[in-house]
């Protein structure tokens, strides 16, 4: 028999409730074949999805940073302006398509007059799509999400965020270290909120020998808009 909605439940809600079931399942661990192959399946038509969604886009520069950040935050204003500047550049704007830093950076390429592209992902909190995109593709995988991310991008600036901020600048930075991608600009930007992160790699990591000095080469830090656009644009 097939498995309905409940009557008084959302059709959307219930469908991306069942879409997060079904990840957490692809991840608990060995499933008959059948399963894998079904997983595989839908994973396979994700990437085709953003294939499609996101092909002739030109030179672009994602932005990685918090969805927490209200309007009028120091950060999203930041941001905002960011994303104008890199419009008003010539650089078409990626992000992960949410609130926060992801739609202050949208909110300004679309100022700016450029192209404003977003990478959602379904999430139970936080994750909604921002108003200010041109292109939008939606993720239920958070791995197929950051290929996306890295993909259609010549540099990345990253900006103040949790967890999954961390994750996206050093998964980026891992992937430049190993030769997997080449070494595009990573920009951090943020002033006082990365300098303890920048002690932790210096005084850490630097020191037990798990990274190479050189790999500090990696992420530079820029205090103004106008030194990220300049890293930007050595870059390319």
């Known amino acids: 028999m097939p ?11 219930w469908l991306g409730e069942r879409r997060r079931e079904e990840e957490k399942n692809f991840l608990k661990g ?6 894998e192959l079904a997983s595989a399946g839908r994973i396979f038509l994700e990437f085709i999805q953003g294939f499609w969604s996101l092909h002739a886009i030109g030179q672009c520069v994602t932005v990685f940073g918090s969805a927490r950040f209200p309007e009028g935050h120091r950060y999203y204003e930041l941001a905002r302006e960011l994303g104008k500047r890199l419009a008003e550049e010539g650089f078409a ?23 404003s592209l977003g990478c959602n992902i379904q999430l139970p909190e ?3 799509p921002n108003p200010y995109l041109d292109r939008f593709v939606e993720f239920d995988h958070f791995f197929v999400r950051k290929v996306m991310l890295v993909k259609y991008s010549k540099a990345f600036v990253v900006m103040p965020g949790g967890f999954g901020t961390l994750d996206e600048i050093f998964e980026t930075a891992t992937l430049m270290q190993t030769g997997k991608i080449d ?9 006082e909120f990365w300098k303890s992160v920048g002690k932790f790699i210096q005084e850490t990591l630097i020191k037990e020998e798990t990274i190479s000095p050189e790999d500090l080469d990696l992420i530079q ?5 106008d030194h990220a656009i300049e890293i930007i644009r050595k870059g390319f």
Do not use: W, Y
């Open 30 to 35: 060995s499933r008959q074949h059948d399963e």
């Open 126 to 128: 936080e994750q909604k």
């Open 93 to 115: 704007v990626m992000t992960g398509g949410g609130p926060g830093i992801m739609e202050a950076a949208n909110r300004g390429a679309k100022e700016g007059g450029g192209m």
């Open 221 to 225: 830090r820029a205090d103004t808009i």
């Open 183 to 191: 070494a595009f600009p990573i920009v951090a930007m943020g002033g």
């Open 3 to 13: 498995e309905h909605n409940p009557p008084n439940l959302d059709p959307a809600m």
